[in-house]
């Protein structure tokens, strides 16, 4: 699994001009999926994603994580992820998961990351969305299992 993971001051994600998920303060989550990906990849990027110490403290260092700070995330399947453009001008999709076991590995993801107390609101996977956020830093990580 690849997880971009930005921080945030506020997001949405909205479908046929209809907002579907929405945070404040927090992560959104571009969550891509691979066909060698299991339950386990997922786990273990639920317990990085909302440990990783990327919030600031009182001094202005990045010692707090997403739990220290209450926030939320807002998770959105993109398969883009994995498209691999070595070679030619149009990306090659084929190391993305096909659509069921994506779908359910990426479900199962934001089930353990609202297992650990965390807000997870989502878009609709397989749709057209448009993603709005307030990239906050900017701080954008790629986390991969």
Same mark, same amino acid.
């Given at each position: ?15 046929? =001009? ?18 060698? *990906?299991?339950? $386990?990849?997922? $786990?273990?990027?639920? =317990? ?8 600031? *403290?009182?001094?202005? !260092?990045?010692?707090?994580?997403? +739990? *220290? !700070? ?27 998961? !096909?659509? *069921? ?11 353990? +990351?609202?297992?650990? #107390?965390?807000?997870?609101?989502? #878009? ?8 709005? +956020? ?12």
């Amino acid at each position: 699994m690849r997880v971009v993971v930005q921080r945030s001051k506020e997001a949405s994600v909205t479908v046929n =001009e209809q907002v579907i998920g929405k945070i404040s303060s927090g992560l959104v989550l571009l969550v891509g999926v691979t066909h060698e *990906d299991t339950e $386990a990849d997922a $786990a273990y990027l639920a =317990e990085k994603i909302v440990h990783l110490r990327i919030f600031e *403290d009182e001094n202005n !260092k990045m010692n707090l994580s997403l +739990l *220290d !700070k209450g926030g939320s995330i807002l998770s959105v399947s993109q398969f883009t992820l994995y498209g691999d453009c070595r070679k030619g001008r149009r990306p090659n999709f084929m190391d993305a998961a !096909k659509p *069921d076991y994506a779908l359910a590995l990426y479900n199962r993801f934001n089930e353990l +990351l609202r297992e650990k #107390g965390v807000q997870v609101e989502t #878009g609709e996977f397989g749709a057209m969305m448009d993603v709005s +956020l307030v990239n906050d830093g900017p701080v954008t990580l790629i986390v991969e299992s």
